[in-house]
């Protein structure tokens, strides 16, 4: 019989109603045993059904690739810390460099402008530039103050701020989103294993996740450690010590789907970074795809990609592994960076069946 999540707790609630009732009722007359133990039989199979519905063993990948990368040298940039493409541009930030936001006209890379110094003058950045993944053509820059995130747009070859967006507060502020221009999405989990969503029209709170934690309170090499990306519709939660990623519904915050694979045991060495086996590196919440970077250990790492109902679509294998990137989903490429080839980005197309 198939499970129906949707009706799990009210189907729940009516049952607790209905055994509390016979319970009173057969008090003094003498309990139905057998009635009451198969009405808790029911309730325990249905919390577990409803439980495998969100929870799936992680997906088998039939496509499989091994791609080879078009080496694109960049001389202006040392270190890039994010990726972002929009349109026809990818844009980078670089705290390391002299002038810390650049633009490039894809597919080529080719060199359209650079802005943004360090400083604390009038359109200088306070602290260092991290972009705020979105799926508008505005490109959201936050770090000039530690409370304001910067809307971007071109004008002609040059990128100016339409506006700016005062947060409510400081946070440790990791992996920003903004959703649909109104909704800011990040993660804490370096702290205090929270997702968090601010509505930034009204300047509050509008929910929030919170992980599970271990006992042990070692937060770097906490089992549940992962890194996050979100659409417009799901936030996306890969873990960097176990085969497993979350899907949880922005709407209402609430877990979607479970991906694990239970046969990969977390790998951790307290304290030993060298000695603890990391899994997910990087993932990217496309419009269609999940692009997970996973580290297979002896095998190299390669590239996942997922639907959002959790089917495997196709793993890449790499030469040269873009450990930062980001996908153009319209012409099937990711452009990505490693740093061994610190003055080269790396073009990738990505093939489908």
């Given at each position: 019989?198939?499970?129906?999540?949707?009706?799990?707790?009210?189907?729940?609630?009516?049952?607790?109603?209905?055994?509390?009732?016979?319970?009173?009722?057969?008090?003094?007359?003498?309990?139905?045993?057998?009635?009451?133990?198969?009405?808790?039989?029911?309730?325990?199979?249905?919390?577990?059904?409803?439980?495998?519905?969100?929870?799936?063993?992680?997906?088998?990948?039939?496509?499989?690739?091994?791609?080879?990368?078009?080496?694109?040298?960049?001389?202006?940039?040392?270190?890039?810390?994010?990726?972002?493409?929009?349109?026809?541009?990818?844009?980078?930030?670089?705290?390391?460099?002299?002038?810390?936001?650049?633009r490039y006209?894809?597919?080529?890379?080719?060199?359209?402008?650079?802005?943004?110094?360090?400083?604390?003058?009038?359109?200088?950045?306070?602290?260092?530039?991290?972009?705020?993944?979105?799926?508008?053509?505005?490109?959201?820059?936050?770090?000039?103050?530690?409370?304001?995130?910067?809307a971007m747009?071109?004008?002609?070859?040059?990128?100016?701020?339409?506006?700016?967006?005062?947060?409510?507060?400081?946070?440790?502020?990791?992996?920003?989103?903004?959703?649909?221009?109104?909704?800011?999405?990040?993660?804490?989990?370096?702290?205090?294993?929270?997702?968090?969503?601010?509505?930034?029209?009204?300047?509050?709170?509008?929910?929030?996740?919170?992980?599970?934690?271990?006992?042990?309170?070692?937060?770097?090499?906490?089992?549940?450690?992962?890194?996050?990306?979100?659409?417009?519709?799901?936030?996306?939660?890969?873990?960097?010590?176990?085969?497993?990623?979350?899907?949880?519904?922005?709407?209402?915050?609430?877990?979607?789907?479970?991906?694990?694979?239970?046969?990969?045991?977390?790998?951790?060495?307290?304290?030993?970074?060298?000695?603890?086996?990391?899994?997910?590196?990087?993932?990217?919440?496309?419009?269609?795809?999940?692009?997970?970077?996973?580290?297979?250990?002896?095998?190299?790492?390669?590239?996942?990609?997922?639907?959002?109902?959790?089917?495997?679509?196709?793993?890449?294998?790499?030469?040269?592994?873009?450990?930062?990137?980001?996908?153009?989903?319209?012409?099937?490429?990711?452009?990505?960076?490693?740093?061994?080839?610190?003055?080269?980005?790396?073009?990738y197309k990505?093939?489908?069946?």
């Amino acid at each position: 019989m198939a499970c129906l999540p949707k009706m799990k707790t009210r189907f729940i609630r009516l049952t607790c109603n209905r055994l509390r009732k016979e319970t009173l009722k057969n008090r003094n007359v003498g309990m139905d045993m057998k009635s009451y133990l198969y009405g808790l039989l029911s309730l325990f199979l249905l919390a577990g059904c409803a439980s495998q519905s969100v929870e799936v063993p992680f997906p088998a990948f039939e496509q499989k690739a091994a791609l080879k990368g078009d080496m694109l040298e960049c001389k202006e940039i040392i270190a890039p810390d994010f990726i972002a493409l929009k349109g026809k541009s990818m844009f980078v930030a670089s705290s390391r460099s002299d002038t810390m936001l650049w633009r490039y006209e894809l597919p080529d890379l080719m060199l359209q402008n650079g802005w943004g110094t360090k400083g604390q003058g009038k359109d200088e950045i306070g602290l260092f530039p991290m972009f705020c993944r979105s799926f508008s053509d505005t490109l959201y820059v936050w770090g000039y103050t530690p409370v304001t995130i910067k809307a971007m747009v071109a004008d002609g070859q040059a990128m100016k701020a339409a506006r700016a967006l005062l947060l409510p507060q400081y946070d440790n502020f990791n992996q920003m989103h903004i959703l649909r221009d109104s909704l800011l999405v990040y993660s804490t989990v370096s702290t205090d294993y929270t997702i968090k969503k601010i509505n930034l029209i009204t300047g509050k709170p509008s929910g929030q996740i919170t992980m599970e934690r271990d006992e042990h309170g070692e937060t770097f090499f906490d089992s549940h450690r992962g890194t996050m990306s979100a659409n417009d519709d799901f936030i996306v939660y890969a873990y960097s010590y176990k085969k497993q990623i979350d899907l949880y519904r922005v709407s209402d915050m609430k877990l979607y789907k479970r991906l694990v694979d239970k046969d990969v045991k977390p790998e951790i060495r307290m304290g030993d970074m060298q000695h603890t086996v990391q899994r997910y590196l990087n993932v990217i919440a496309g419009r269609k795809y999940i692009y997970a970077l996973y580290d297979r250990q002896e095998n190299g790492c390669c590239l996942e990609v997922l639907d959002y109902e959790g089917r495997g679509v196709a793993q890449y294998s790499f030469d040269v592994v873009p450990f930062l990137f980001d996908v153009d989903e319209e012409n099937n490429m990711l452009y990505g960076f490693n740093g061994n080839y610190e003055n080269y980005f790396i073009r990738y197309k990505l093939l489908f069946d």
